[in-house]
Every structure is written in C-alpha cells, then in structure tokens.
Nanobody, 127 residues
C-alpha cells in the first residue's frame, strides 16, 4: 500500500512559478509510474503530467507542455511538478498518483489506471 502526500500549493499571481512535491511511502517508489492530475471546480479530474519509474520518460498534457516539468528523486521517494508561467486557468486541486503496472504512452494519461492517490493540494492563480 502506497501513501502519497502532496505539498507546495498556494495562491500566486499569473506569470508566477510554483513547485509541487509528492512524498511517497509504503512501497517501492522506484518501481512506480508517477503522475499529476488536476481538478478545477465543476470539472472532471484531468491529466497533467507523468513520469516513468526511472525518470527517463515524461508525458504532458498539451495545455501545460513547455510550462510545467515533472521530475522525480527516487532516493527521496518524491516526485515534483515545477509549474512556470502560471495562468488563471491552471487553478485547481492538484493530485499525485502512482501505479506500478504496465503502461503505454496513451494509458499513462488515464485516470483509471492509477491505484494510489494523494489528498490533493490547492493551486490558485489570480489574474
């Protein structure tokens, strides 16, 4: 059983940067694909970014490509989401997710494939 705890959210202005962290415990972190999803009020939870177990492959939603960067430190059991040039439409609760099953570049974006979730951290971007 993997426990995930996100941190780093907050209130920022448009154009600012923010780094989210997700600390994992209770499993073999280096064996998990990790991802970030987000959910704005009244909307479904959607894919933001993912990284494979070694950190060698990353995947991004078109809406954040070039602005956000996902990374991981397997020695610290932590995955990060560096968010730059933030926009008001990035406002959402950001969730960390983990799974250790086989994935494809398409399935890695699917919410339903992830077995473990954090409680979320709020990011609010003011205009």
């Amino acid at each position: 059983q993997v426990q995930l705890v996100e941190s780093g959210g907050g209130l920022v202005q448009a154009g600012d940067s923010l780094r989210l962290s997700c600390a994992a415990s209770g499993g073999t972190f280096s064996g998990y694909t990790m991802a970030w999803f987000r959910q704005a009020p009244g909307e479904d939870r959607g894919f933001v970014a993912a990284i494979n177990s070694s950190g060698g492959r990353t995947y991004y939603a078109d809406s954040v490509k070039g602005r956000f960067a996902i990374s991981r430190d397997n020695a610290k059991n932590t995955v990060y989401l560096e968010m730059n040039s933030l926009k008001p439409e990035d406002t959402a609760v950001y969730y960390c997710a983990a799974d250790n099953t086989y994935y494809t570049p398409l399935s890695v974006r699917s919410l339903s494939r992830y077995a473990y979730w954090g409680q979320g951290t709020q990011v609010t971007v003011s205009s």
